[in-house]
């Protein structure tokens, strides 16, 4: 992914924490700024996120120009567990991928029925209201009550600009591990070839 090895290896031993804030346009549209306070001497710039699925840009300090998307997801039913509805994020794959297979591989890693080494089964992403705001339209006109309803997830997709090819396709939310609630992100990088590799991301909130 073209990361300079001086920078590259420091990341390696470094505990990543992030400094996130919230702020909603006059037009509704939610923005998430994250700067990462973990390397002192090279902060970079932020992570900005704009909730609305529109083509961005912004730059990384890892990574040069960035094309980003994001956007709020609902759940889908997927039958039943011990008479319990069960529910997964609705997730549309945007990484090209190699084939048919590889797709729906990595379409259950992002909704939680696998962990990142596509075999074991997943407990899944905990199924919460929005917290940014009572409902959630979905592109039906339909909307999931936030309490015990649709839920509500993260979902963005990433490309270099340049002619590297790679893309970071992610789904947000929270998991039980341990017995802990902790903020999670699914993670599929795919390379110009389609080879992707997968990875959970776990943060744990603070405030402050």
Known sequence: ??????????????????AITN?????GTVNYTA???????????????RFNWEVYEQENLLFG????????????????????????????????LKDERDKILVRRFLRGEVEDDGQTVGRGFLVEGPSVGSWLEGEGGETCQGAGGCG????????????????SEQVWGFEMIDGERLHTRRVVATDSRGVYRLARLVHRLVDG
């Open 23 to 27: 702020t909603t346009t006059p037009e």
């Open 152 to 167: 509500i997830w993260v979902h963005l997709f990433d490309r270099k600009k340049d002619a590297a090819g790679w893309s």
């Open 35 to 49: 700067r990462q306070t973990s390397i002192k001497a090279a902060p970079g710039p932020p992570d900005t996120r």
């Open 65 to 96: 120009t960035i094309v980003c998307r994001t956007r709020y997801i609902e759940g889908e039913s997927v039958g039943q567990t011990e008479g319990e509805m069960m529910v997964r994020p609705a997730v549309e794959v945007q990484s090209v």
């Open 1 to 18: 992914q073209g990361i300079p090895w001086l920078l590259r290896k420091p990341l390696l031993y470094t505990s990543l924490t992030l």
